[in-house]
């Protein structure tokens, strides 16, 4: 599954995006985030898998600053602590 | 057998019981202040149509906003995928489906099994849900259920370049007061709406057959704009806003079948 989180609004489209067939549940995106974007839970047809919280997915741009600018300030970004390749964004 | 579903949603409450594959009853209501008493309330409605009490209800399963806050529901699951597998219940040929609820809209892909391969949700601002028409139906001194239609008499969009709750109210008090008449200003304002769905919808892959769900799939005039700006005829639902409870009953059915199944024989 492409599972979208975020929204677009008049200044650009934020979402994260995890991509459940690749991701194995390991939960080292969990721990990498700084801003803890991320938890490791059965999806509704019972594999383990990253999601965004829910209380992130509303206000993400606020959260999370966006890829680039993360990864200039972080060693282990979400993106590099994945070695699935099972999560991007948009921003 | 009979299996029951819970969908709390931000505005409606709504509940479906199935029995041998066949909606057996369906019920929607107002989503209270208080999310158990709401869940309560529909549980009790379905229980009295029925002439049954909950002991006859194998198995429950909840979804929807308030989904952890339904009591009598042994577990939940998201709006998302229980929007999609009662999609697939009523047309197992859908593969896109646009939810507009209460407070947000979401388009998903859904394979051949009614299970979700791709989703996209709106999360942030009430433009374009249930909320924001109900606003706009109270701004207009018109009923909710009345200005899909009148908006389809509209000669003339107005043309509104935004869905932002706030502004859109102000917009819309201030042409009714130019005396713009109520139908086209409501036709730009599902016009600005209808073009919002498909901005997501272009997110996921826009395939045949398309449903929409939710309440706001009973408003025609936003369904022939959503229609026209995709260039696609919608498939629907009898009722498109039971289809989240449905889901839920539908999951529940499945998650008892597959616990009997695991199970020792004794
Ligand atoms: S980019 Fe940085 S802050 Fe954003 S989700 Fe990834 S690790 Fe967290
Ligand atoms: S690091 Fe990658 S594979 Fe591991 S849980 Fe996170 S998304 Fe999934």
Redesign the pocket.
Known sequence: MEANYGYSDGSGDYF?IVDTDKCNGCGD?VT???????EVAPDDYGKKVAL?KESVASK?SY?????K???AN?E????T?CKMGA?S?TW | MLFMGIDIGSRGAKGVVIEDNQIATAFIGDTGPESVKTSEMVRDNMLAKLGMDMSKITYTMATGYGRVLVPFAAENVSEISAHAKGAHWYFPSVRTILDMGGQDCKAINVNDKGQVTKFIMNDKCAGGTGRFLELIASVLGLRLEDIGQTSLESKKNFPFNTVCAVFAKSEAISLMKKGTPKSDILAGLHDAIAVRCYNLLKRVNIEKDFTITGGIAKNQGMVAKIKEKLGMEPVLAPDPQIMGALGASLFARERYMAKQNAAPAS
């Open positions: 994260i995106c990498a985030c700084p801003e803890r974007v991320f965004v993400v959260v999370c600053p966006g890829y600018p993360c990864s972080v282990t970004t979400c993106h602590a999560i964004h």
